[in-house]
């Protein structure tokens, strides 16, 4: 039986857990989750602090790029780095990583390690020097930089190279890690992770150490929203996962103990990487006619969205990139400025829509739709009713009065529609850029193309296609995001972007979750972004 931990050191989070009892092991395919707190258990060579734009170094002191042309990268192991069972973590440790990742085709990032790394060298126990094939000024932030959903952990080399087959391996409870946690007991109600009093950051100086004695992830999976809502208003739980606007509004109101990013204010939520877009399938008709894709951009009317959804408060966009500080740095540029200014991404004109399709060829039959051919413009919305259940309807309203053919689709399949390249619009998010505008710009690039007959790149909905964009986005990987050729050409792209309107930008993406201060304060805030 577990000791005792009493409820006021005890965090208790309404989570959904799916993956397999059992596996811990980050390298276990399929089963593994970096998500369902498992990242008490993994640490990564470092992380960022996306609202302090910033690195936070971790088991690694240093990642610094070594030559100017971002050929070598050297990294330097804090020396006091220990894995749960004592063993110090060094150098043999980020080999393991690096090497397995390579080799094994299983891995998630199998396929960047394959483009980008030539070599791998131990210097010394603490020392290893990465050499890359072709410049790669990203190579350390996108893939051994841990945040959000993206990046590595390491791995203990002493446990998994003893293993026959480490994508069979589960881990189990006891799999030594080096994270603040221990997993210490897991059903299909929940998981229980217990502090680890001799964790290693906190000697080195990393960390604090941590009030919470216990986490307890409660899994909420099967329980809708207003269960789960009531039982943190009721103090049983002090957090969950995301909550809709109207939720965590009444939710504020129903016990005054409970806050969220913004406080009593919407929108109640912290900006997630995963700006919403409205895709479609470039190469199919009528989406395939840039007419048609900027008609339906010029239905949508995002002011009356940041009204109804958000109280009024700034949500819709025109990016299809999250604006933290660097991001926002990039369209705060003069060119950028007079980009917008030019094509008008946010405009709102019924009549402006109505134009581009009588050029189309198409006209308004007695239901009001747009029709050539006999054929309505299929404009069903496939989503996801847990997170879009909202907004989805709103969209729905806003582009029959355009008159396209609109409807909300939120069937098991729907993901599998927007896989196919299925008529009709897929809402769906862009997780990628977070920095400099590059990742994300480079979604549209013809290597994620596929042709109809094939399924979609997972997310990489649009199937676009362009010589000139291609260029751009070729001479921009690599170059440091602070080059201005990287700048001006970021520029360009945009522009394509814009002109050729690939997709359509709706909304930046919220987390907004609810927190219980009865028994925790000290949330992550707008006024407290704790690391940032």
């Given at each position: 039986?577990?000791?005792?931990?009493?409820?006021?050191?005890?965090?208790?989070?309404?989570?959904?857990?799916?993956?397999?009892?059992?596996?811990?092991?980050?390298?276990?395919?399929?089963?593994?989750?970096?998500?369902?707190?498992?990242?008490?258990?993994?640490?990564?060579?470092?992380?960022?602090?996306?609202?302090?734009?910033?690195?936070?170094?971790?088991?690694?002191?240093?990642?610094?790029?070594?030559?100017?042309?971002?050929?070598?990268?050297t990294i330097k192991l804090n020396t006091q780095a220990t894995w749960s069972d004592g063993v110090p973590i060094t150098s043999k440790d980020v080999l393991f990583t690096f090497e397995g990742q390579m080799k094994n085709d299983k891995l998630p990032y199998h396929a960047q390690f394959n483009q980008y790394v030539q070599a791998v060298k131990a210097v010394d126990d603490q020392t290893v020097v990465v050499t890359f094939k072709i410049p790669a000024p990203r190579?350390?932030?996108?893939?051994?930089?841990?945040?959000?959903?993206?990046?590595?952990?390491?791995?203990?080399?002493?446990?998994?190279?003893?293993?026959?087959?480490?994508?069979?391996?589960?881990?189990?409870?006891?799999?030594?890690?080096?994270?603040?946690?221990?997993?210490?007991?897991?059903?299909?109600?929940?998981?229980?992770?217990?502090?680890?009093?001799?964790?290693w950051a906190i000697k080195a100086g990393r960390a604090l150490p941590p009030d919470v004695r216990r986490?307890?992830?409660?899994?909420?999976?099967?329980?809708?929203?207003?269960?789960?809502?009531?039982?943190?208003?009721?103090?049983?739980?002090?957090?969950?996962?995301?909550?809709?606007?109207?939720?965590?509004?009444?939710?504020?109101?129903?016990?005054?103990?409970?806050?969220?990013?913004?406080?009593?204010?919407?929108?109640?939520?912290?900006?997630?990487?995963?700006?919403?877009?409205?895709?479609?399938?470039?190469?199919?008709?009528?989406?395939?006619?840039?007419?048609?894709?900027?008609?339906?951009?010029?239905?949508?009317?995002?002011?009356?969205?940041?009204?109804?959804?958000?109280?009024?408060?700034k949500v819709t966009t025109i990016y299809p990139f999250p604006l933290y500080p660097g991001l926002q740095r990039f369209v705060d540029s003069p060119a950028v400025k007079a980009l917008e200014a030019t094509y008008q991404p946010r405009r709102f004109d019924l009549d402006a829509s109505a134009t581009l399709m009588t050029d189309?060829?198409?006209?308004?039959?007695?239901?009001?739709?747009?029709?050539?051919?006999?054929?309505?413009?299929?404009?069903?919305?496939?989503?996801?009713?847990?997170?879009?259940?909202?907004?989805?309807?709103?969209?729905?309203?806003?582009?029959?009065?355009?008159?396209?053919?609109?409807?909300?689709?939120?069937?098991?399949?729907?993901y599998q529609h927007m896989r196919?390249?299925?008529p009709g619009l897929y809402l769906y998010g862009h997780?990628?850029?977070?920095t400099d505008p590059y990742a994300t710009l480079d979604m549209y690039h013809s290597r994620y193309s596929r042709p109809q007959?094939?399924?979609?790149?997972?997310?990489?909905?649009?199937?676009?296609?362009n010589r000139l964009y291609d260029t751009l986005l070729d001479q921009m990987a690599p170059l440091s995001s602070d080059d201005p050729l990287f700048q001006a050409d970021a520029a360009k792209a945009l522009e394509i972007y814009w002109k050729e309107q690939i997709d359509i930008p709706v909304i930046q993406w919220l987390h907004r979750i609810p927190f219980n201060q009865t028994y925790w304060t000290n949330w992550p805030t707008r006024e407290n972004p704790a690391g940032g």
């Amino acid at each position: 039986p577990l000791h005792e931990v009493p409820r006021s050191r005890t965090l208790v989070l309404g989570w959904g857990t799916q993956s397999p009892i059992g596996v811990t092991n980050p390298w276990a395919v399929p089963g593994y989750t970096h998500q369902e707190g498992n990242n008490l258990l993994w640490e990564g060579l470092s992380y960022y602090a996306i609202f302090a734009d910033k690195d936070i170094p971790w088991l690694a002191d240093s990642m610094e790029y070594t030559k100017p042309d971002f050929a070598e990268l050297t990294i330097k192991l804090n020396t006091q780095a220990t894995w749960s069972d004592g063993v110090p973590i060094t150098s043999k440790d980020v080999l393991f990583t690096f090497e397995g990742q390579m080799k094994n085709d299983k891995l998630p990032y199998h396929a960047q390690f394959n483009q980008y790394v030539q070599a791998v060298k131990a210097v010394d126990d603490q020392t290893v020097v990465v050499t890359f094939k072709i410049p790669a000024p990203r190579f350390k932030f996108e893939v051994l930089t841990l945040k959000f959903d993206t990046g590595i952990p390491i791995v203990p080399e002493h446990v998994l190279s003893k293993q026959a087959d480490v994508n069979a391996f589960a881990g189990g409870l006891d799999m030594p890690h080096s994270g603040p946690y221990t997993l210490v007991q897991w059903d299909k109600n929940q998981k229980i992770y217990d502090l680890r009093a001799d964790w290693w950051a906190i000697k080195a100086g990393r960390a604090l150490p941590p009030d919470v004695r216990r986490v307890t992830l409660i899994n909420v999976g099967n329980q809708d929203n207003s269960t789960v809502a009531q039982r943190i208003v009721n103090n049983e739980v002090d957090s969950s996962t995301g909550m809709p606007p109207a939720v965590i509004g009444t939710m504020l109101e129903q016990n005054a103990k409970i806050t969220s990013y913004t406080g009593k204010q919407p929108p109640y939520g912290n900006l997630d990487w995963w700006p919403v877009s409205l895709w479609m399938n470039t190469q199919l008709a009528p989406y395939s006619d840039v007419r048609v894709r900027r008609a339906i951009s010029l239905a949508i009317d995002r002011d009356t969205l940041d009204e109804l959804l958000y109280e009024g408060a700034k949500v819709t966009t025109i990016y299809p990139f999250p604006l933290y500080p660097g991001l926002q740095r990039f369209v705060d540029s003069p060119a950028v400025k007079a980009l917008e200014a030019t094509y008008q991404p946010r405009r709102f004109d019924l009549d402006a829509s109505a134009t581009l399709m009588t050029d189309a060829g198409f006209t308004k039959n007695a239901d009001g739709l747009w029709q050539k051919n006999g054929q309505t413009v299929n404009a069903t919305i496939n989503g996801f009713a847990a997170f879009q259940g909202d907004i989805a309807p709103l969209l729905e309203e806003m582009l029959k009065n355009g008159g396209f053919d609109a409807s909300v689709y939120f069937g098991a399949d729907a993901y599998q529609h927007m896989r196919d390249g299925q008529p009709g619009l897929y809402l769906y998010g862009h997780g990628a850029s977070l920095t400099d505008p590059y990742a994300t710009l480079d979604m549209y690039h013809s290597r994620y193309s596929r042709p109809q007959n094939q399924p979609a790149v997972d997310g990489y909905w649009s199937r676009y296609k362009n010589r000139l964009y291609d260029t751009l986005l070729d001479q921009m990987a690599p170059l440091s995001s602070d080059d201005p050729l990287f700048q001006a050409d970021a520029a360009k792209a945009l522009e394509i972007y814009w002109k050729e309107q690939i997709d359509i930008p709706v909304i930046q993406w919220l987390h907004r979750i609810p927190f219980n201060q009865t028994y925790w304060t000290n949330w992550p805030t707008r006024e407290n972004p704790a690391g940032g």
